[in-house]
């Protein structure tokens, strides 16, 4: 049996596969109809990234990756993920619409991205010398963002959404933050207050040996 992804589009549903795949999973869909997720040809695992404009499959892989996780896409089709080497080592990257990118953060012991903005801004986390802080990233430049925990989604009006702490493992408040007028780099965070009084629970990382089990 081969698993196929899909797409809900004014109450009709449409399903598409990677040639010569075994399950394709679908992870997110821009405003322009791009849907991007990841294949895999064998089990367990190794999956490649893909994307998928409604008629046809583009699959994408970084040079020397073993396998590929998406993390987002914008409506300009930059594309952001990690993928594993075959030392089993992770990277991080963005992918401008035509090159992989790798990011690390030269502050940081580790990088982490999580998404990226329809504006072009990647976002994420590393963790320093000073611990764990998140950044912004576009056009080769890194503005480090003091937020009280990850950041993990913005919306074209530039403001942030995320959940306290890092790798966590238990439920956790969410956080909203605003930006302010002067200076742009400043953001107004609310917690726990009424309307945003929910939680969230994320996992830890896996590493790529768990990654590879997880989708066999």
């Not at 596969?17 to 075994?22: A, D, E, K, N, T």
């Given at each position: 049996?081969v ?6 589009d ?8 990677v ?5 394709t999973?679908a ?7 791009i ?12 999956p490649?990234?893909y ?19 998406p ?5 300009s ?6 993928y ?11 992918y401008?619409g ?11 012991y580790f ?5 990226i903005?329809n504006?072009?801004i990647v976002?994420g ?9 998140d ?9 480090d ?7 993990t ?5 530039g403001?942030?959404v995320?959940?306290?702490g890092?790798?966590v493992?238990?439920y956790?408040?969410?956080f909203?933050?605003t930006?302010?007028?002067?200076p742009?780099?400043?953001y ?11 939680c969230?629970?994320?996992k830890a990382?896996?590493t790529?040996?768990e990654?590879?089990n997880?989708?066999?």
């Amino acid at each position: 049996a081969v698993d196929m992804g899909g797409i809900v589009d004014h109450g009709s549903v449409r399903t598409f596969s990677v040639p010569g795949s075994l399950r394709t999973l679908a992870s997110q869909i821009n405003d322009t109809g791009i849907v991007q997720g990841y294949y895999t040809t064998s089990g367990p695992g190794s999956p490649f990234l893909y994307t998928y404009d409604g008629s046809a499959v583009n699959t994408l892989v970084p040079p020397g990756a073993t396998f590929t996780f998406p993390y987002g896409i914008n409506n300009s089709g930059q594309m952001v993920g990690e993928y594993a080497t075959a030392a089993n080592t992770l990277v991080q990257f963005f992918y401008d619409g035509t090159s992989f990118h790798e990011i690390n953060n030269p502050n940081g012991y580790f990088t982490e991205i999580t998404g990226i903005s329809n504006s072009g801004i990647v976002f994420g986390y590393y963790y320093g010398a000073n611990g764990y802080s998140d950044f912004f990233y576009k056009d080769g430049i890194f503005s480090d963002v003091s937020a009280p925990g990850a950041i993990t989604g913005m919306n074209d009006a530039g403001v942030i959404v995320g959940h306290q702490g890092y790798l966590v493992t238990s439920y956790v408040p969410g956080f909203i933050g605003t930006p302010t007028p002067e200076p742009r780099a400043e953001y107004l965070f609310c917690l726990g207050v009424a309307g945003l009084s929910f939680c969230l629970k994320v996992k830890a990382r896996p590493t790529p040996t768990e990654r590879r089990n997880s989708v066999a």
